[in-house]
């Protein structure tokens, strides 16, 4: 039986873990994008073939595209979208005239992920993510300042917020702006609070509905194309998979992915599955969504969250926290089976090691990597997934 695909992301010559570093890990493939290339604009076959050989000469393959991001006119269905989906199309033909067929890709809107504190420190001293509703809360209320927020909280939760934004100093308060502004993987530019501002305004105005809408727009439109292509489509959960500031979610739990695959049916509609993202919620059943949806799981981040009683989480180590991880790598090591006896789909699914630790000496490079993107906590990780799954294997005799 062949394992899963062992992938890590990188983000370009640029990106302070270079690919000597990476293949020294038994890494078989690459997740990266074409970083430099504008949002919208069209990925040239030029800059794919130039990105593919500099991984390949490091004798690794580039395994999935992460990400072919969404322009917002596509998002918020302007009248300017069928000219980027017109692009993105073609980006995704350059891709597949260069044999790369998995991409993974978001619809989240402002941001791609939502975290308070970017340097929490653990007990064992090492540190991670770590997301604070109350703290949320306060960027909300307090900087954000979201017109009709104080009426989204109950006043527990506004006299919470009130106290700590208050005994916040100023370093504080800006710590806390520049970890929202931060989220934005494969960049240490924090976005602009007036742009970030501005677009908040202009998402407030979209209901759930209508995002869901955008989004079905734009798979009915890209989705035959890549079909045609033998490209697979990897739409990533919302992270977290929670309303924050007021804006909706649309790929955060069982119902709305069902939305996303019954919006365009094709064995190239599918998901990135993320434990951390979905597991960030207690009320998703990963192995229910991985035995449900399986057949469409064409790309896999694994990492694990710890949740707490007050609504807050951080992430855990990738084997400790309160996603049920051995039961998740179970579920998919049967659902390659099945694809195996089945003939059908990816077996190999490409699966990376998902956020990391800041440790050891990862500490002393901190200003060479991007958040969440250390070379040490991922390897670790890896390791740790890699010897989860020989394990799993060995107990099902697969």
């Known amino acids: 039986m062949e394992y899963l695909k062992k992938t890590f992301r990188w983000f370009g010559p640029e990106f302070g873990v270079t690919l000597n570093d990476v293949r020294q890990l038994g890494v078989e493939g690459i997740v990266a994008a074409c970083q430099d290339v504008p949002l919208g604009e069209i990925w040239s076959v030029e800059a794919i073939v130039s990105l593919k050989n500099e991984i390949e000469v490091h004798d690794m393959e580039w395994s999935v595209v992460e990400s072919v991001n969404v322009h917002t006119a596509i998002k918020y269905g302007l009248p300017e979208r069928d000219r980027y989906i017109a692009n993105y199309i073609q980006t995704l033909r350059n891709l597949a005239q260069n044999d790369i067929r998995v991409v993974c890709y978001n619809f989240m809107q402002l941001i791609d992920w939502t975290r308070t504190d970017l340097d929490h420190k653990l007990p064992n001293g090492a540190s991670a993510l770590l997301y604070d509703p109350i703290a949320a809360a306060a960027f909300d209320l307090y900087i954000l300042k979201r017109e009709g927020a104080e009426r989204t909280y109950d006043a527990a939760t506004l006299k919470k917020t009130r106290i700590y934004f208050e005994g916040l100093d100023a370093v504080g308060r800006k710590n806390l702006e520049e970890a929202i502004l931060a989220g934005m993987p494969g960049s240490r530019k924090l976005i602009a609070l007036d742009e970030f501002k501005k677009n908040h305004a202009t998402v407030l105005q979209i209901s759930k509905a209508q995002l869901q809408e955008n989004l079905a727009y734009f798979l009915k439109a890209i989705i035959p194309e890549a079909e045609k292509l033998g490209v697979k489509m990897a739409i990533h959960p919302d992270d977290p998979p929670f ?129 969440g993107y250390s070379l040490v906590g991922r390897a670790m990780g890896l390791m740790q997934l890699s010897g989860l799954e020989k394990g799993i294997r060995e107990g099902l005799n697969i």
């Open 243 to 371: 309303s924050v500031f007021g804006v909706p979610r649309i790929a955060s739990n069982y119902e709305e992915l069902k939305f996303i695959l019954d919006a365009c049916p094709s064995p190239s509609n599918g998901l990135t599955f993320c434990s951390g993202s979905l597991g960030a919620s207690g009320g998703n059943d990963l192995v229910k969504i991985i035995e449900d949806f399986g057949d469409k799981v064409h790309f896999i981040h694994l990492r694990n969250v710890a949740r707490q009683d007050d609504g807050s989480f951080y992430e855990a180590e990738h084997l400790n926290g309160s996603v049920p991880i051995e039961k998740v790598m179970r579920a998919i090591v049967l659902e390659q089976k099945k694809r195996k006896e089945n003939t059908s789909g990816i077996i190999r699914i490409p699966m990376r090691p998902d956020h990391g630790h800041v440790l050891l000496d990862d500490m002393k490079r901190q200003d060479d990597f991007y958040c």
